[in-house]
């Protein structure tokens, strides 16, 4: 079997199958030849033999201009790769006594992580005696994923870790 680099396909002399299922060049499929004939074939056209699949039995080549397909498959990659997007995982902190208006920034920015398509890490930081009272955070979070449960669903429920009280939002799915 011959090597296959990444992100290069076997072309022309470098197809050591002994038999390969040809598809010419306006996509009709011919048949199965030797690989030598198949590139002689190839050669009268004036264009390269490409292996397509080499997972098949026997493999697949197919009779075209390399350097477009070569383009075309870039030009697709970079199209996915353009429309890909990795889910990022933003915190919002804050306290268990907080005010109603520092509460409503909070939610706000916990909108604009999720309506981007990021998850929301919601913190509260207990300190000191403040401990005693995990009771009233986990209220505070239960409510906060009440005013968003719009938008997002519950990843990971309160839990306690350490001096500190986490809930994950992930943003619910797009129409």
């Not at 022309?12 to 198949?38: C, D, W």
């Not at 390399?66 to 933003?90: C, D, M, P, R, V």
């Not at 920015?109 to 403040?130: M, P, Y």
């Amino acid at each position: 079997m011959t090597k296959k680099y990444e992100n290069e396909f076997l072309v022309n002399e470098s197809i050591q199958y002994p038999k390969v299922r040809l598809i010419n060049s306006t996509g009709e499929q011919l048949g199965i030849y030797s690989s030598n004939h198949a590139m002689t074939l190839a050669l009268e056209e004036g264009l390269d033999l490409v292996l397509i699949s080499d997972k098949s039995e026997p493999p697949v080549c197919k009779i075209i201009d390399y350097g477009k397909y070569k383009f075309s498959q870039e030009k697709k990659a970079k199209e996915a790769k353009k429309k890909q997007h990795n889910t990022i995982l933003k915190e919002v902190k804050m306290r268990y006594k907080i005010e109603e208006h520092d509460y409503q920034v909070r939610i706000n920015q916990a909108l604009k992580f999720l309506h981007s398509g990021d998850k929301v890490k919601v913190t509260i930081i207990l300190k000191g005696r403040e401990i005693q009272h995990t009771n009233l955070a986990i209220e505070l979070l239960k409510k906060m994923a009440n005013d968003l449960k719009d938008i997002s669903n519950i990843q990971q429920l309160p839990t306690k870790d350490g001096r500190s009280i986490i809930m994950i939002l992930n943003p619910n799915k797009k129409p």
